[in-house]
């Protein structure tokens, strides 16, 4: 049994607690902020097998490039001339290529399909009840060009074995009655699943408090305890805590403390606005709205639109025409979402992890063989959260990883 401290009360942070502590481990759980807010609280909640195709995909660039010309695009990077920043985008356009895609596609399928069902297994043992509804995703267009590019993915995502219908007007209406007359078709992902985030945050933080994990709420990790090439304990501002392990699963803030451990770890954050609208929108299914880039799911008690990927470096700053600009845009797929002042004003935002290639950082470090890093999960932080937790509590036990680790080594090469 060691005592094992993990750097962030995220999605990844609180999954990993959650299989270190049912391999009998002491775990405290350190966070800087008080359990209420960030990207695992703001997410969409899908689970998407959908996703197997790495955010760095060829094509995102020149997409990209043309969204930023339009300053209420879902994609914006905020032009910087700063070292780090420079070394990612650079980092990213290489790893854009069909090569590097194409080989991370099976190993990343297997990983999202892996923690999909982890989630629903936690669901089955009924420790901690949650929202979990398998009817799958559906991706809705309006225009044919959008249906080109859908249609080309989902061949692919056959190819890969997922279940996958080609949904007509009227089909997709059949299935979501409220859609706009100016859709013309649709998919649907059936492998697919959704959740509700905070009330999933809040109750597997209560069943860790009760399983014996430790939470040291608002209190910030500054730096580290380091002896015979071992960290030996985390400090933050108000106390110094011992550790046989260290798992920095801090999300967009990781390259900072591993600056402090003289490890370099490129990652930037890339932001991302909810905006939650009351419950009677009608809406049945989780989509993705293929050309505004906006998700929109049925929670629990309400109804979420989510979307823009904003490179603007670690900054929660809201910016009103986007948010104006996904509630303005999800209205044109739907009649009745009914999105009133109130929700605008009461958006927020979170920041995504996202490394160069969009694929996670999960692995012990070379430097320090007692610390782990498990970050990075971009746009699928979400899906990936449980088989993360599981992969470092197997990393941690010295076991073979479930799934092979090689392409999401922490010190890979871009
Ligand atoms: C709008 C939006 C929609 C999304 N939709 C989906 C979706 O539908 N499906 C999906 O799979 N993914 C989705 N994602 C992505 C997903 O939410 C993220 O990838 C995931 O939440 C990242 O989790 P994390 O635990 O790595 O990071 P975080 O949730 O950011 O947690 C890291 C924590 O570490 C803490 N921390 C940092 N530094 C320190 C320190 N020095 N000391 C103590 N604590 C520290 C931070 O305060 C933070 O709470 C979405 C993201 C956004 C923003």
């Not at 989509?287 to 979307?307: D, N, S, Y």
Request: glycine share 8%; with cysteine.
């Amino acid at each position: 049994m060691k005592q094992v401290i993990v750097i962030g009360g995220g999605i990844i942070g609180l999954c990993t607690a959650y299989f270190l502590q049912k391999e009998g481990h002491r775990v405290i759980v350190i966070e800087k902020g008080d359990f209420s807010q960030g990207a695992s609280f703001v997410n969409a909640g899908f689970l998407s097998p959908s996703h197997f195709i790495p955010l760095a995909a060829p094509g995102i660039l020149s997409t990209g490039l043309k969204m930023m010309i339009n300053k209420n695009s879902p994609f914006y990077i905020k032009p910087r001339f700063q070292k780090e920043f420079l070394q990612w985008a650079w980092a990213f356009k290489k790893s854009a290529n069909q090569i590097t895609v194409d080989k991370a596609i099976p190993i990343y399928k297997e990983l999202i399909l892996k923690s999909t069902q982890l989630y629903k297994e936690l669901k089955n043992e009924k420790a901690i009840d949650f929202h979990l509804e398998n009817k799958g995703l559906l991706v809705l267009y309006k225009t044919s060009k959008y249906e080109d590019k859908e249609n080309k993915i989902a061949q692919r995502a056959l190819k890969e074995g997922l279940q996958v219908a080609f949904l007509q007007k009227n089909e997709v209406k059949k299935l979501e009655p409220t859609v706009s007359e100016n859709l013309i078709g649709g998919i649907h992902y059936k492998n697919d699943a959704h959740t509700t985030p905070p009330e999933f945050m809040k109750k597997i933080k209560h069943y860790l408090v009760k399983k014996g994990v430790r939470f040291q709420t608002n209190q910030k990790v500054d730096t580290f305890v380091i002896k015979n090439k071992r960290v030996a304990g985390v400090i933050t501002q108000n106390k110094t805590y011992n550790a046989d392990e260290i798992v920095i699963a801090s999300g967009s803030w990781t390259p900072l403390l591993l600056k402090k451990l003289g490890v370099k770890l490129l990652l930037q954050a890339g932001k991302g606005y909810k905006i939650d609208i009351h419950k009677n929108t009608g809406v049945q299914y989780p989509a993705l709205l293929a050309e505004a880039k906006v998700a929109i799911t049925p929670m629990q008690h309400f109804t979420r639109l989510a979307g823009t990927m904003e490179l603007s470096g670690i900054n929660h700053k809201i910016l009103k025409n986007r948010v104006t600009a996904i509630t303005n845009l999800a209205q044109t797929y739907y009649t009745n979402l009914g999105v009133k002042a109130n929700h605008l004003k009461q958006a927020q935002c979170g920041l995504r992890p996202v490394s160069p290639d969009g694929l996670p950082y999960i692995g012990k470090l070379t430097k320090y063989k007692n610390v782990t890093v498990a970050t990075g999960h971009a746009m699928m932080g979400w899906t990936l959260g449980p088989i993360t937790g599981k992969l470092v509590s197997q990393l941690i036990a010295n076991e073979k990883p479930l799934v092979s680790l090689e392409l999401f080594h922490p010190e890979r090469k871009f």
